[in-house]
């Protein structure tokens, strides 16, 4: 049985850094790429960033290029989102996504950037 686990979600002030982690299990963490989407309230869910299976690509939406960074230890089938210098608009839930087939969603972890 997948199961994609995110925690590090939370209240940060405009600037701030937060570090999102997705721990996996249930398949084969080496082999799959993995990403981080998010969606803010009345709006459609977003990628923010890939990374391939073996960290050696990422892709970024243009709205977090140079503030973000999304990285990968296969060895503890986790990935990682560090979200630095944040702003209001990064504001919602953050979802990992990923699985044998990239299918699978986590369930989600709010981030709220507020002064």
Do not use: H
């Amino acid at each position: 049985q997948v199961q994609l686990v995110e925690s590090g979600g939370g209240l940060a002030q405009p600037g701030g850094s937060l570090r999102l982690s997705c721990r996996a299990s249930g398949f084969t963490f080496s082999n799959a790429p993995m990403s981080w989407y998010r969606q803010a309230p009345g709006k459609q869910r977003e990628l923010v960033a890939l990374i391939s299976k073996t960290g050696g690509s990422t892709t970024y939406a243009d709205s977090v290029k140079g503030r973000f960074t999304i990285s990968r230890d296969n060895a503890k089938n986790t990935v990682y989102l560090q979200m630095n210098s944040l702003k209001p608009e990064d504001t919602a839930v953050y979802y990992c996504r990923g699985g044998p087939e990239y299918r699978d969603w986590g369930q989600g972890t709010q981030v709220t950037v507020s002064s």
